[in-house]
């Protein structure tokens, strides 16, 4: 299992989705974080080491994906601007702002999630 | 009409000065026109400088006014000359030169020079000219006062040369001019007067009003009749031969008729006009009747309001005219008017501005109308000030603008509800969709990888029983949806059989168990085995699991009770849960649709199932409510009636 993929962090509400992306990535050996809305997910990348990508759900409880990406984004001195933030959205092409690295519109094709994850999380 | 004058005078002195330079002799002698050469040239030199500043205002050329003046001031100086001459005896070589060689011996010597009297004339008609182009002095322009002292004088030359008093234009020793001079003189005048009609009293006259039409119309036989008179009485006393005592009672009979003539004319005109204006008044009259305008003024300085009987049927009031102190009148102003009406209309005062304001009349019965109320300061003789104005009645409009407005609101609540639905619709129904595709694109992966474990039993099973559950979950988005649509449409029909609630009861705890087993929930039931009654079974059903649904997601690990008693002739249901409670503001919200008690709590579907149940409660002619302080759970109360129609068993 030892490799240098770098871990992905899910955000994601729904306990099924956030599961199977869970066996998925791990069935490809990429490290995985899980969080079940914005506030869990600031609170892994306070304790935890940096990912190498976010995957981000909008519509959450407690705090959405959009304030989440806000938060994130602001604080600019830190590395956690930095990371890739790849947003999954339910409800058409609607505007995010901040703006995110990619969009994957549900349901996820998982040939096109995992192209993503290769892209940021191999180096 | 000053234009033609003009032309004539300057044509009739061109004549006079061709005659005597060209010595026309045959066409001079027998007319004997004896205006002297210079004074020919005078005339001719102001009549084309009047004609000159009869342009000046249509070319806009301010040095035409300039050239005007100064041919004025030739001819001023040129009467000064022989004014001196006269004064002084001094001769000239201006009083023979150029005079044609036939006339010198005639007239010799001084044949060119102007008699005394035109020399007077002369320097009044020049002055005139000269002061045109000049402001007026408080209303006096001095151009039109010399004018009417040469019209004056040659009119009355004129006159006298009619009644024959002398050979040339001789009034005792006042007036001795030639009648073709004093014509000139006269046309000159007339022309100088009406050159600037808009100023100084000339308006008097030109103006169009009734005043400017009376004395149009009376001014020309003013001007005839009085002479024409004189020449009657002349006549009778030279010709007529008859005594000074007989020609004077002529002469006063006549003035009294023409009197008498010009008063007819005068107040037949008057007459005329008078009738037009009442029948104007008339006409706004019955306009404002029709258009049930109110009028209104109120005396700035003793503050009072006066309302007319237009404006007291507004009111309300059932007066010919409402006279009462202002104070009081703003008392029939809807309170929450009065200091948007009274500020508006103490600004207009101030600052002498229009008053329009839209406002509440409180009807002495009770009634409320709406009126549009605009006026303007008034301010008449001796300092007294008004404030003017009208009011309309506007009840009607504005009802309909306020039901626009309501009708725009309500539109626009549901574009956004639809919206909203749209938003979480495809929310709700993509999150099991995504589910469903990443566990079977999973499986496709692992199984072309030829991974060993990808058929696994464990593994399926874990797939299917994810698949399931999310299968489940679309087809209740799917049903509440259609159910919407059918309910909304109208179409949601009820199939009513006779049922024991108890078992039905029954029957919802056993297919909810895995639910509240799986949420923690004990579900305790107290209900009369015996309770019947008509309902659609499928649609109580539906009812209870949505409410029990409920029950379970907001206060789940903490007992649900479902108690009911019968309440003839209804049943009552009460549903009670021990979970987080709904706030008083949110207790009515929530059987809306698209509303979800929690702020926002997605996964939760898609916020119609309380709408549903009240729908379906309403079409048993039931209903539902709930009891409930946040933090102590909830009840929720369904009344149910046991018959759903009269008369049957």
New interface residues.
Partial sequence: MKNNFKPVLVVE??I??R???Q??LE?DRYPVMLAKNGQEALQVLSEREPPGLILLDI???VM?GKSFLKKIREQHESPLSKIPVVV?T???LQKIDPEPDDYLS?????DRLMGVIEKYCRS | MSKVLAAVAFATSTLFVLIWLKDFADFLDPLRVSTRLNASLALFVLSASLLLQLYAPILRRRHIDRGAQVLAALVFVLALVTLAQHLFGWHAFLDDWLVASSFKENYAPNAARICLASTWLLLASSAALFCMPLPGVRGFFPDQILAIGVAAVSLSALVGKAYGLDADCRIGSLVRTSPFSALSFLILSMGTLLARPERGFMPFLTNSQIGGKISRKLLIPALLLPPFMGWIEHLGRVEGGLGSAESEVFAVMGYIGVFLLLIFLNSRMLNRTETQRVRAEQNLQSAMEASAVGLWKTDVKKRLSVADARFCKILGLNKEENVERTQDFVLRIHPEDRDRAVWAFEKAIRQRCLYDEEIRILRPDGQIRWIRDRGQLVEGEAGSKWMAGAAVDITDLKHTEIENAALLAREQEAVKARDEF??IA??EL??????????T??HM??MGRGDPQALAPDRMLRMIE?ND??IDRLTRLIDDMLDISRINSGKLSLQVEIINLSELIRDVAERMAPQFVAAGCELKVDCDPALQGQWDRFRIEQVLMNVLSNSIKYGAGKPVEISVLKKEPSVRMRVRDYGIGIAPENQERIFQRFERA?P????TGLGLGLYIVREILKMHRGSIHVESQLGEGSVFVIDLPSKLFRGVA
């Fill in positions: 509400d729904d099924d989705i599961d199977t992306l066996l998925i069935e519509q959450m409880p959405d999954l339910a409800g058409g549900k349901p996820v094709n998982i | 749209l938003s495809s929310h993509k999150t099991p969709l995504t589910s469903l595709k990443l566990q694109q999973m992966r692992n994810a559950r999310q929690g926002n709590i997605p996964g």
